[in-house]
């Protein structure tokens, strides 16, 4: 499994991308759903699965007061995410920057020009920009 620091790293080169993004902290069998998925959807397009995560989680920054404790470590999360068979993880830096990116831009930026995402799952819980 690659791993990249950073949404704008100039080594990362996805073919077919298929994307979810979130922070997959204890990785639930909610999370377990959408990571098979985007698996499933890269192997059969021959693509690459990847998996958009942030750190420290958002709310360490936008709601302090409210920021979750971590079910688990950096390394364990990565290891349970390689373990499902997840080619590329990127974890991107949520400082006040990026957080205050709108959602439009991300998407565009991001996802469609950086990225180039063919397919995107998300939870239903998911809110961005």
């Not at 709310?59 to 979750?68: D, H, V």
């Not at 499902?84 to 996802?111: C, H, K, M, W």
Request: with cysteine; proline share 6%.
């Amino acid at each position: 499994m690659e791993i990249f620091r950073h949404i704008e790293d100039r080594n990362i080169s996805l073919p077919k991308p298929i994307l979810t993004l979130g922070n997959f902290d204890g990785i639930h069998l909610g999370h377990q759903a959408l990571l098979q998925r985007v698996v499933e959807d890269a192997k059969t397009c021959g693509g690459r699965s990847v998996v958009l995560t942030f750190e420290p989680h958002p709310l360490k920054i936008l709601a302090p007061e409210r920021a979750p404790e971590l079910i688990l470590t950096h390394k364990d999360k990565m290891i349970l995410l390689d373990s499902f068979g997840v080619d590329t993880v990127i974890i991107q830096p949520f400082n006040p920057s990026f957080a205050n990116v709108e959602a439009e831009e991300f998407v565009r930026r991001y996802l469609v020009e950086r990225l180039g995402v063919r397919k995107m799952w998300v939870g239903r819980d998911l809110r961005f920009g």
